[in-house]
C-alpha cells in the first residue's frame, strides 16, 4: 500500500514537471530551447512526455480551428477590399510614374547642376584644406632650403641653427607626413655632416696656421721691433711724447671681434693673403693675417652638438703635432741667419696663435695647457741653439744671432710668456762670441803682424803727425819740436794695434747691448774679454812673430819699441772702458786689465831672441876662423873674420839707440861674453892637439881686438872697463902663456890678489899639453936648440905641477 502510495506521488511529480517544459517550451524563443528539450532527453520519462505533448498539440489545433471559424467571414471581406486598393495602388503609381518621369526630365539640368555645385564645394573644401596644410608645410621646406642653401655656401654655424629650429619647431607640427619623416630620418646625417664639415674647415685652417706660422711670426717680431725703436727714440727724445700713438695690446692683435658665441665671419680661409711691403710706414699687424672663424665656428658647433670635450682634445692633440715640428730646427740652420730667422719666426706665429686662441675663447685651450706647451718650446728650442750655435766660427753671425735672440724674447714675453732662460742661454753664447771674436781678432793681428815694416813711421807734414797722434795716444814734447820730416819710435803696427783693441771692446760691448745686464756686469764681460784678447790671442801673435826663424835684430829691435809703447797706452784702455760702461775702475770687483803684463812678456820674449840671435849670428863669424895652430910666423894684425864680426857688432848696437838702455847693455854684454866664451872654446876645442906659440900670438892679436870694442862703448852707460872684463878669462890664460909666469902662478895660486886669478889650472893643463911635443917646431926656439931638451923638461915640471895643483883642489 506504500508503495502505491509512492508510485502515485512520482507521478504527480512527473506530469507536473512535464507541464512546466510545455509551458517553458511555449513562451521561450526557439533558439534557446534547447537546454529545455536536453532535460526531457535526460530524464526517464520520455515517452509519457511525448504522450503530454501530443495531447497539448491536438488541444491548439483544436482551439486554431475554432478561432478561423469565428473570423473567416471578416477575412474574405478584407481580401475584397485589399483588390479593390491594388487597382487603385496601380493607378497611384502609373500617376507617380508619370509624375516622376516628369519630374526627373524637368529635374535633369539641376541634378546636374547640383552634382557640380557639390563637386566645386568638395573641390573648395579640399583646396582650403590643403592650403591649410600647405601653410603648415611651407615653413618646413623653406627651413629646409635655407638649411641647405647654409650648407652648400659652408655657413654651417647657422645651418646648425635652422635645423635645430626645423626640428623641435616646424616638423613636430606636420610630422604625419612621410616626406617630414625623410627629413626627420635625416636630422642625425645632416649633423655629422655640418660637424665634418666644420672639422674639415678647422683641419684646413689648422694646415693654412702651420704652412704660415713663420709668416706669423714675421709680423709679429716686426711689431716688437717697431715698438722698440719708438721706445728707444722716446728715451732719447722724453720731451717728443704727445704725438705717439698707442701701443697695441698684445690680446687685440688680432682684430677679429668676438662680441658672442656666433662668429662674425662667415669665411673660411684661416690665412688671408697680405702682400710684404718693407717700405710701409707700419707694418701689417699679424691679426690682418689669420682669420679665426673656423675655430670659433667649429668650436660653437662641437659645442651645440654636446661634443665640446671630443673637439678640445682633438685640438690640443694636433696643436702639440705642430708644435713637435715647428720646434725640429733644420739641420743647416747654423749656416746662414735666415735659417735661424725662420725657425724663431715659426715658433713665435704658433704662440702667438695659441695666445690668441686662450684669449678669445672659453677653454678651448687654457692657461696650463700654454705653459705646458711653452716650457717643452723653450727646452727645445734651447737645446737647438746650444747645438747649432757651437757650429758658428763667423762673430757678425753670432751677433746677429743674439739680437735675433733678444727680439725673439722680447715678442714672446709682450704675450706673457717667461723668456729668463732665453737671457741665461745668451750669456753662455757670450762665451762663444768671445772665442769667435777671438779667432777673428788672431787673424786680424797676424795680418797686422806680417803686413809690418818694423820701422819708425815718417812723417812730412802736420797733418800726417795729428793723424797718427789721434789714433794712439802719443806724447813726446821733443819729438814735436822737431822739423819735419820726422819719425814717430814706434812702427805702424801700434797704433793699428791699438786701435783694433778698441774695435774688439766695441764688439764686445754690441753683444751686451739688451741683455739686461747692469753696467758692472757689461764692464766685467768687457774686461775680461780684453783680458783674454791680450794675454792670449795678441801674446800669441806677438810671440810668434819673434819666435820666426828668418826674423832679424832690426826687427826684434822695433818689436821691443813698439810693445814698451804699446804697454804705457794701456791706462788709456782703460779709460776707454770706463767711459763707454761708466764704471769707475775703483769700483770693487772691477777686473784689472792685463795688458802690461802681455807686453812685458813679449818684450822679454824679443829681448831673448835679440841674445839668442847675436849669439847665433857671432857663431856665424866663428864658423869661418881658420887659425894655422902650427904656424910659427909673428902675425900684426887681427884675423879677418873678427874684424868683420866687430864690424857687424858696431853697426847692430848702433840700432839699439832706441831701446832702454839696461836692454842694450844686457844684450851688448851678453854678446860679449858669448864671443869670448866661444874663443875659449874654440882655443881649448879637442881636434886642437898641438898649437904653437906663433898661433897663440896670432889668437891674443884677436883678443886684443875684441877689448878694443869692449874698451871703445858700443853701448852707453857702462862703467870704466865693465865691458872688458867679459874678456878677462881669455886675457889672463894669454898673458900667462906668452909671459911665460909659471912661477908666479904657482907662488900666488889660491890669493885673492894673485894676477892669473881666472886661470883655471884645469884650462891652463889642456893649452900646456898642446904645447908639449911643438917646441921642436916652433921656429922661436929654433937658435935654442941646444936648449930644447931644458925647455922640454921645464913644461913637464909645470904640467906636474898643474896636476898637483888640481889634484889637492879637488881633494
Keep these: 500500500m506504500e508503495r502505491g502510495k509512492m508510485a502515485e506521488a512520482e507521478s504527480l511529480e512527473t506530469a507536473a514537471e512535464h507541464e512546466r517544459i510545455l509551458r517553458e517550451i511555449e513562451s521561450t524563443d526557439t533558439a534557446c530551447i534547447g537546454p529545455t528539450l536536453r532535460s526531457v532527453y535526460d530524464g526517464e520519462e520520455h515517452g509519457r512526455f511525448m504522450e503530454k505533448l501530443e ?112 626640428e623641435h619647431t616646424y616638423l ?83 682684430d677679429t671681434e668676438i662680441g658672442s658665441t656666433s662668429p662674425k665671419s662667415e669665411q673660411d680661409s684661416g690665412i688671408l693673403d697680405v702682400e710684404d711691403e718693407e717700405d710701409d710706414e707700419e707694418v701689417p699687424g699679424a691679426q690682418d693675417l689669420v682669420d679665426f672663424s673656423p675655430v670659433y665656428r667649429c668650436l660653437h658647433i662641437y659645442s651645440v652638438l654636446g ?53 678669445t675663447t672659453q677653454g678651448l685651450v687654457n692657461r ?51 723668456v729668463n732662460q732665453l737671457f741665461d742661454m745668451l750669456l753662455e753664447i757670450r762665451d762663444q762670441y768671445s772665442e769667435t771674436l777671438l779667432k777673428k781678432w788672431s787673424g786680424i793681428f797676424r795680418n797686422i803682424l806680417d803686413s809690418d815694416n818694423y820701422s819708425p813711421i815718417p812723417v812730412t807734414s802736420e797733418e800726417i803727425y795729428k793723424k797718427v797722434v789721434g789714433q794712439f795716444p802719443f806724447q813726446d814734447t821733443e819729438l814735436e819740436k822737431q822739423p819735419f820730416p820726422k819719425k814717430f819710435p814706434f812702427s805702424e803696427f801700434v797704433p793699428k794695434v791699438y786701435n783694433q783693441i778698441k774695435e774688439f771692446i766695441y764688439a764686445c760691448l754690441k753683444f751686451s747691448e739688451d741683455l739686461h745686464l747692469s753696467s758692472t756686469e757689461v764692464d766685467d764681460m768687457i774686461r775680461k774679454s780684453t783680458n783674454l784678447l791680450l794675454t792670449r790671442t795678441l801674446s800669441s801673435s806677438l810671440q810668434n812673430v819673434i819666435k820666426r826663424k828668418n826674423i832679424g835684430l832690426t826687427e826684434l829691435v822695433q818689436i821691443i819699441i ?57 857663431d856665424q863669424f866663428l864658423q869661418l876662423a881658420d887659425y894655422d895652430w902650427m904656424t910659427g910666423d909673428l902675425g900684426n894684425k887681427a884675423s879677418d873674420y873678427l874684424v868683420d864680426l866687430i864690424a857687424f857688432l858696431r853697426s847692430t848696437f848702433a840700432v839699439f839707440t832706441h831701446l832702454p838702455g839696461k836692454v842694450a847693455q844686457t844684450a851688448c854684454m851678453s854678446a860679449c861674453k858669448h864671443l869670448a866664451t866661444s874663443l875659449m872654446q874654440l882655443l881649448l876645442e879637442a881636434e886642437v892637439r898641438q898649437l904653437t906659440l906663433g898661433a897663440l900670438q896670432q889668437f891674443n892679436l884677436d883678443v886684443r881686438e875684441c877689448e878694443q870694442f869692449a874698451r871703445s862703448g858700443p853701448v852707453p852707460g857702462f862703467q870704466e872697463d865693465t865691458l872688458q872684463l867679459a874678456f878677462i878669462d881669455l886675457r889672463q890664460l894669454l898673458d900667462l902663456f906668452l909671459q911665460w909666469d909659471w912661477s908666479t902662478y904657482l907662488a900666488d895660486y889660491g890669493q885673492p890678489t894673485c894676477k892669473y886669478l881666472r886661470v ?52
Aim: glycine letters at 2%; a positive charge; proline letters at 3%.
Design 55 to 166: 495531447t497539448r498539440i491536438r488541444n491548439h489545433d483544436r482551439e486554431i480551428e475554432k478561432m478561423c471559424n469565428f473570423h473567416y467571414q471578416g477575412f474574405v471581406d478584407s481580401i475584397t477590399e485589399l483588390l479593390k486598393v491594388r487597382g487603385e495602388a496601380q493607378k497611384l503609381k502609373n500617376q507617380v510614374t508619370d509624375t516622376n518621369r516628369k519630374l526627373q526630365h524637368e529635374g535633369k539640368e539641376l541634378v546636374i547642376a547640383m552634382e557640380e555645385l557639390k563637386h566645386c564645394r568638395l573641390q573648395q573644401r579640399n583646396i582650403s584644406a590643403t592650403v591649410d596644410k600647405l601653410m603648415l608645410c611651407l615653413p618646413v621646406l623653406e627651413m629646409y632650403s635655407k638649411l641647405r642653401d647654409q650648407m652648400k655656401t659652408k655657413r654651417h654655424y647657422p645651418a646648425l641653427k635652422t635645423l635645430e629650429h626645423l
Design 172 to 254: 613636430p607640427q606636420v610630422s604625419h607626413y612621410r616626406f617630414c619623416k625623410v627629413m626627420v630620418d635625416n636630422i642625425p646625417k645632416l649633423r655629422e655632416e655640418i660637424k665634418d664639415v666644420s672639422m674639415s674647415d678647422l683641419k684646413d685652417f689648422l694646415e693654412s696656421i702651420r704652412k704660415h706660422s713663420d709668416k706669423i711670426g714675421e709680423t709679429a717680431m716686426k711689431q716688437a721691433q717697431q715698438q722698440r725703436n719708438l721706445d728707444n727714440i722716446i728715451l732719447q727724445q722724453p720731451r717728443i711724447g704727445s704725438k705717439r700713438k698707442p701701443k697695441k695690446d698684445a690680446y687685440t692683435i688680432f
Design 307 to 359: 661634443a665640446r670635450e671630443t673637439f678640445e682634445n682633438y685640438y690640443r692633440k694636433q696643436r702639440r703635432k705642430q708644435a713637435r715640428l715647428v720646434l725640429q730646427p733644420p739641420s743647416n740652420m747654423h749656416e746662414t741667419l735666415d735659417g735661424y730667422r725662420k725657425y724663431f719666426n715659426q715658433i713665435v706665429g704658433f704662440f702667438v696663435v695659441e695666445d690668441h686662441i686662450l684669449h
Design 368 to 418: 696650463a695647457y700654454i705653459d705646458e706647451l711653452w716650457e717643452m718650446a723653450l727646452s727645445k728650442t734651447i737645446a737647438a741653439l746650444r747645438t747649432h750655435s757651437s757650429y758658428c766660427s763667423d762673430p757678425n753671425l753670432v751677433l746677429d744671432l743674439k739680437n735675433l735672440i733678444v727680439l725673439f724674447a722680447d715678442t714672446l714675453q709682450v704675450y706673457g710668456f717667461p
Design 562 to 618: 813698439n810693445t814698451t809703447h804699446l804697454e804705457k797706452s794701456c791706462k788709456y784702455l782703460e779709460e776707454f772702458i770706463t767711459n763707454i760702461t761708466n764704471v769707475l775702475p775703483e769700483t770693487v770687483h772691477t777686473t784689472k786689465l792685463y795688458g802690461t803684463t802681455t807686453f812685458k812678456d813679449a818684450r822679454h820674449a824679443a829681448e831673448e831672441e835679440i841674445y839668442t840671435n847675436l849669439n847665433q849670428k857671432i
Design 760 to 811: 883655471n889650472p884645469v884650462t891652463a893643463l889642456t893649452l900646456l899639453e898642446k904645447m908639449k911635443d911643438t917646441s921642436r917646431k916652433n921656429n922661436m926656439f929654433a937658435q935654442f936648440r941646444k936648449n930644447e931638451r931644458d925647455k922640454q923638461k921645464l913644461i913637464d915640471t909645470v904640467a906636474k905641477q898643474l896636476r898637483g895643483l888640481i889634484s889637492s883642489h879637488h881633494s
